[in-house]
């Protein structure tokens, strides 16, 4: 087909070069301020265009104190004024429930201690003189508490 000389080949712009090579050739990258529509080609466009990629990317502290400046002073005071008095209760709430559980706990370990102790106490007493029993009167003797029978007494049936 290419050599045909009746068929003519003709080149029509799609309107796609004129777009250039990247969604980044802004004026603000491209540099000297040229454009794509200053009837530079877009390769002579894309040597000029600085690379920012060597540069640091912004932190999160930098963005907020930038974005401070959209904002009138009285809203930027009442702001601070409101994180510092909720950072201020936090804190205080938080104080006061370490001093509340501190209390809490002492004071019931004050109080239940000795309970707690005497029923041990109680309990180890108990044993001893069960093993005590088993000792002297013999494994049957240790399941009867205070001489009653093991086991009641079932009552007699009737014929």
Do not use: H
């Not at 999160?60 to 009442?78: A, C, D, H, I, Y």
């Not at 003189?129 to 009653?148: F, I």
Request: hydrophobic share 35%.
């Amino acid at each position: 087909m290419d050599s045909d000389p009746d068929i003519e080949i003709v080149d029509k712009d799609s309107g796609m070069s004129s777009l250039g090579d990247s969604k980044d050739d802004t004026p603000e990258r491209v540099a000297g301020g040229a454009s794509a529509t200053s009837g530079k080609s877009s390769l002579e466009v894309a040597e000029k265009v600085e690379n920012y990629d060597d540069e640091p990317d912004e932190t999160l502290s930098e963005r907020l104190w930038g974005l401070t400046e959209m904002f009138p002073e009285p809203v930027r005071n009442v702001c601070g004024s409101v994180s510092d008095f909720s950072v201020a209760t936090v804190k205080n709430v938080f104080q006061l429930s370490c001093n509340a559980s501190w209390i809490f706990f002492t004071s019931s370990m004050i109080l239940f201690a000795p309970v707690i102790f005497e029923t041990e106490r109680a309990q180890m007493e108990e044993m001893q003189r069960t093993q005590q029993k088993q000792v002297l009167l013999g494994p049957g003797s240790a399941m009867s508490s205070g001489g009653a029978p093991a086991f009641p007494a079932l009552p007699p049936m009737a014929r």
